[in-house]
């Protein structure tokens, strides 16, 4: 993250590509390593509920207001080797805790990524998610169907590998994401809790262990919606 601008970027490195230039990002290329450089920024309206209309280019502190959870809003000053908290990101690293930055119906209403994002970070850090944030989760759960199948099949997979997954999923189901998300799932997983816990348990980290697991309670309830979620979520 820096303050030079995607232009000043392309001049500073031989090798550059624009994957988001519009939003500030661009991909440095040295030694056949890309590293994702951002310019600190402010966003405006967000009218997809998934990418702003448009930035401004700005100072960490206004960045840092934009971000997700406080625990995502912190920099590290290399040259003054600290670290930069304008949220309160640190003492909630301390407490454990996932807490949304500023107003979080405004936070996940930017971006309906997020309410899934909320609920994966605290299975994959065995975090728990700061009341106010939880409420509006639940609140806003319906909105997570405007995200794209590969995001929440990429989401979805990151939560089940995690340190807790079986707080993911008690999560997902209190949230109202889970219900949202894939068919059948109200039915499934209150018949199926002692399952996920035998199953995922010490579970190998290999993707199709976790993901036949994930489903297996589909099969043994005889519930046919497994199908709809390989479907819809593109799997191979």
Do not use: C
């Amino acid at each position: 993250a820096t303050d030079a601008t995607p232009e000043a970027i392309e001049k500073l490195f031989p090798k550059t590509v624009g994957v988001g230039k519009a939003f500030g990002v661009m991909l440095v290329i040295e030694d056949g390593i890309s590293f994702e450089v951002a310019t600190f920024r402010s966003d405006g309206t967000y009218a997809d509920g998934r990418r702003p209309d448009s930035v401004v280019f700005t100072t960490p502190e206004e960045d840092a207001r934009r971000r997700d959870f406080t625990v995502n809003a912190l920099f590290y000053d290399l040259n003054q080797g600290r670290v930069l908290d304008f949220t309160g990101g640190l003492k909630d690293l301390a407490d454990k805790k996932i807490k949304a930055v500023g107003n979080p119906e405004e936070r996940f209403k930017e971006d309906h990524l997020r309410l899934l994002r909320a609920v994966r970070f605290a299975a994959q850090l065995d975090f728990v998610i700061e009341d106010e944030t939880f409420q509006a989760v639940k609140r806003l759960s319906a909105s997570v169907k405007t995200v794209s199948a590969e995001r929440i099949h990429e989401e979805t997979y990151k939560l089940l590998k995690s340190l807790n997954p079986v707080l993911g999923l008690k999560l997902l189901n209190e949230s109202g994401l889970g219900k949202v998300l894939y068919h059948g799932w109200q039915n499934v997983y209150v018949k199926s809790q002692k399952e996920y816990e035998q199953l995922f348990v010490n579970a190998p980290k290999d993707e199709t262990f976790l993901w036949l697991a994930f489903l297996t309670p589909w099969a043994l309830q005889k519930d046919l919606e497994w199908q709809w979620i390989i479907d819809t979520y593109r799997f191979s």
